[in-house]
């Protein structure tokens, strides 16, 4: 109390923290002048890792004191019962928690366990209400896969990041999610492919997949197809405008040749013939040109495109072992 007055101070903040088997234990106590007493008290664990999460949480807590808003409380169940709980993707417990605290607002829960689908809940807590969360995921279902590297067997197969083994290989792989798949062999070849397992567990599927040699990277080969594609459609204009001029000179000539009624010099005739002589090989020189100009629109493309992963369908295995 007199700390506060002589600072001229309404409230005044202390709290402790120590070591509690390898987490921090942090208690808070807010001092009100006009109350002469301690109008908040809290105390929270938290390990480093989760030590942003913790500082939001506290500041969030005090916020709400501060404004006279009361916190609310969240209350979870989630089953199977090692169940692994995030809220907003900070660590809450297992399975079923107990009532906790948190700041009025929208909180993000997370559910995730072994075998089975996760699933993520989006809830706004109200002041001095208690909101019950209950959860019960469903387990997953998987389908098989069969992976083969033609020509190649006994190559490295990866799922992601994480090496699975060689083909040809058989992977029991979740229903409806996306997978990535790349194949390589001692000797530099790779492959790689993105498919999205069956909708059904009970139909098995097979990738084929043709490893080769994959294009350099060091020889920037993607930035000098697109500077000469560049190249080649500044030139298609340059070309085209050049050819519209030549036409148009040769037609105002060949008019004034044809209203002449006769009446013309030789040299005229002779300029005539070398404007039209000009316009057909400038007509042919914008053929040629644009020609060129396709071919190297379609290079760069293919060159772009050549290294990226395609998304692939399987190749159904019918029941009597045959594939399509």
């Known amino acids: 109390y007199r700390f506060c007055q002589g600072q001229r101070a309404d409230a005044f903040l202390s709290g402790s923290i120590r070591e509690y088997h390898d987490r921090y234990y942090v208690t808070l106590r807010l001092y009100a002048l006009y109350t002469r007493s301690y109008i908040y008290e809290d105390a929270i664990i938290f390990s480093a890792d989760d030590l942003a999460g913790a500082v939001d949480e506290i500041a969030g807590r005090l916020i709400a004191v501060l404004a006279g808003t009361r916190p609310a409380a969240v209350a979870i169940h989630a089953d199977p019962p090692e169940t692994l709980v995030l809220i907003n993707q900070n660590f809450a417990g297992r399975g079923e928690m107990e009532t906790r605290e948190y700041p009025p607002g929208k909180i993000i829960t997370t559910f995730s366990a072994p075998d089975y689908e996760g699933e993520t809940v989006e809830t706004e807590l109200e002041p001095g209400v208690l909101t019950q969360i209950s959860v019960n995921l469903r387990p997953a279902e998987y389908s098989e896969v069969n992976i083969a590297a033609l020509g190649y067997d006994g190559a490295n197969v990866y799922q992601g990041s994480l090496f699975v083994g060689k083909a040809p290989l058989t992977l029991r792989l979740p229903l409806n999610q996306l997978e990535y798949i790349n194949a390589e062999t001692n000797t530099g070849e790779a492959a790689k492919i993105v498919f999205e397992t069956s909708a ?19 020889q920037h080969r993607v930035n000098n197809a697109r500077r000469w594609h560049y190249w080649a459609w500044g030139s298609t204009w340059i070309t085209g405008i050049a050819t519209w001029l030549a036409f148009g000179m040769f037609n105002s000539s060949n008019d004034a040749l044809n209203g002449s009624r006769g009446v013309y010099t030789e040299k005229f005739v002779e300029e005539n013939m070398l404007m039209n002589r000009i316009s057909i090989g400038a007509m042919i020189t914008l053929g040629v040109v644009v020609g060129y ?32």
């Open 200 to 218: 059904s567990a009970a139909v098995p599927y097979t990738f084929s997949m043709k490893p080769k040699i994959p294009p350099s990277s060091g």
């Open 293 to 324: 100009d396709i071919f190297q629109m379609v290079r760069y493309i293919y060159i772009a495109t050549e290294d990226t992963t395609p998304t692939v369908k399987p190749d159904r295995t019918r029941s009597s072992g045959r594939e399509k």
